[in-house]
């Protein structure tokens, strides 16, 4: 049984080009989160997915950010017209389950650089 | 906002001693406590948790107390392990954002040899 999977593990991007980051959860986990790790901050929740559903965004920025988790495929980050600022390092989780007594697990992230 | 803090970025501490990494929170919803431990360019991985009915959990080396009136956790690791270096961190949820983990910004654990 797999882990998490994400891909790329790094990714370089220009200002303003497309970043598209992949999670392919843990088999039998509906549940997907995407968290995002900056320079000395620790892990910052930003979305909350569940197949084709997304279930919390609060924290996820308002622009050029977007996320999807399709009934077939893997869940998709997407951020449009990469900053400078967006360099960091993303990291999705995936549950059995939602609530309490959950543990979820990470995938080892994709660092994304943008020069 | 920084619901779940720890406020000390680093700690060094001798091989067989006890490790002591420290956390606060500010919310009093929280249900569920977690500390996950991280190695440099990988996830975080599921160490030990706590529920809040709860003061204490223990499994092996690993311990966690929870003092809710102090709203404040602790993880102790007796005895550390060089392999134990790495960073930790405090996470909480709730039961009404239960999809939401509110992670801390880590502690950098070194045990030396």
């Known amino acids: 049984n797999a882990g998490v999977m994400q891909n790329p593990r790094h990714l370089v991007r220009r200002r303003g080009q497309e970043a598209r980051l992949r999670c392919s959860p843990m088999?039998?986990?509906?549940?997907v989160y995407w968290y995002r790790q900056l320079p000395e901050e620790g892990l910052k929740f930003m979305v909350y997915?569940?197949?084709?559903?997304?279930?919390?965004e609060s924290g996820m920025p308002k622009e050029r950010f977007s996320a999807e988790f399709p009934k077939e495929g893997p869940s998709i980050l997407r951020i449009q017209q990469v900053v400078r600022g967006d360099s960091a390092a993303y990291f999705c989780?995936?549950?059995?389950?939602?609530?309490?007594?959950?543990?979820?697990?990470f995938g080892q992230g994709t660092r994304l650089t943008v020069v | 906002d920084q619901q779940v803090k720890q406020n000390s970025p680093s700690l060094s501490v001798q091989e067989g001693r006890i490790s002591i990494l420290n956390c606060d929170y500010t919310?009093?919803?929280?249900?569920?406590f977690l500390w996950y431990k991280k190695y440099p360019a990988e996830g975080p991985t599921f160490l030990i948790s706590?529920?809040?009915?709860?003061d204490k959990n223990e499994d092996g080396r690993f311990t966690v107390f929870l003092n809710k009136s102090a709203k404040h956790l602790s993880l102790h690791i007796v005895p550390s392990q060089p392999g134990d270096s790495a960073v930790y961190f405090c996470?909480?949820?709730?039961?009404?954002?239960?999809?939401?983990?509110?992670f801390g910004t880590g502690t950098s654990l070194t045990v030396i040899p």
């Open positions: 989780a995936s549950s059995l389950r939602t609530g309490l007594d959950t543990e979820a697990f």
């Open positions: 088999k039998g986990h509906s549940h």
């Open positions: 997915l569940q197949k084709e559903n997304i279930i919390d």
């Open positions: 919310n009093s919803m929280f249900d569920y």
């Open positions: 706590i529920s809040s009915i709860k």
């Open positions: 996470a909480a949820i709730t039961k009404n954002t239960g999809n939401q983990f509110y």
